[in-house]
């Protein structure tokens, strides 16, 4: 499985950026996909998720009700819609894939693409 994340890019404070992340598979009806940031000097931290079959979809406290997390079947795609961004949102944006059950532990997420960076000014 390979995985390739786009959209990253500078925007102010308040502005809205929209991340993808490209699968190389269809047959992903048992997998989840995530997204974890990283900011300079801190620890990689869970975003969001959304389990592929069925859509069911989780958030960190930190981008809930600002984040959406989505899928597009016919593209094997997943989105990641950021809206309210605030300075702190700054980060390395990573998406991954694993199977089972959702989860927001990063070990379990076996598919990593690369990074996209998202910076956003005050």
């Known amino acids: 499985v390979q995985l390739q994340a786009s959209g990253g890019g500078l925007v102010q404070a308040g502005g809205s950026l929209s991340l993808s992340c490209a699968t190389s598979?269809?047959?992903?009806?048992?997998?989840?996909v995530g997204w974890f940031r990283q900011a300079p000097g801190k620890e990689r931290e869970f975003v969001a998720a959304?389990?592929?079959?069925?859509?069911?979809?989780y958030y960190a406290d930190s981008v809930k009700g600002r984040f959406t997390i989505s899928r597009d079947n016919a593209r094997n795609t997943v989105y990641l819609q950021m809206n309210s961004l605030k300075p702190e949102d700054t980060a390395v944006y990573y998406c991954?894939?694993?199977?089972?059950?959702?989860?927001?532990?990063?070990?379990?997420?076996?598919?990593w693409g690369q990074g996209t960076q998202v910076t956003v000014s005050s």
């Open positions: 991954a894939a694993g199977e089972g059950l959702v989860t927001r532990t990063d070990s379990f997420y076996h598919y």
């Open positions: 598979t269809s047959s992903f009806s048992s997998y989840f």
């Open positions: 959304i389990r592929w079959s069925g859509g069911t979809t």
